[in-house]
């Protein structure tokens, strides 16, 4: 049986599924800024409050710092070493950081209240959706960190 099987196809999925959440997340948040600074706050689709040309910010940065994690991961799930491994983890760790702080300002957002159009409903919703499933990376990598079952032998750093 190969070393790490169980965890590689199980990464496999979760990467998909970051690839493409990150990828609506960027595209929603783009749009959605590019009306913020055209001054089309009160367009039907986006709305929002205060909190709003923040958490686009940091949603616009979360998008492509995950999107390199996800290239990263998928890197790591063809060489599937240690060494990749440890870059592998160090982008999810960072990429989760900043999706958090997303995540924290689209709680904020839906606390303030106020009109929030469908994009802007969407996007929270990808926001959330990236968070959980980046940290399900994350916590995956970790365990290949600490189980041969899940990841590679993280002792050797060749094969």
Known sequence: MEVGRGGRSLMRVILIVNFVAYLIVLGLAA??????????QDHPHLGGNPSTSFMLIFALIAGAIGECSVLIGFTHLRAWRSDSLATAASSAIISWAITALAFGLVCKEIIMGGHRGKRLQTLEAFITISAIT???YVLLLHAGMLSTRFGPNYGSSSS
């Open 31 to 40: 749009w959605s800024i590019d009306k913020y600074i055209d001054g089309e």
């Open 134 to 136: 980046q940290l399900m």
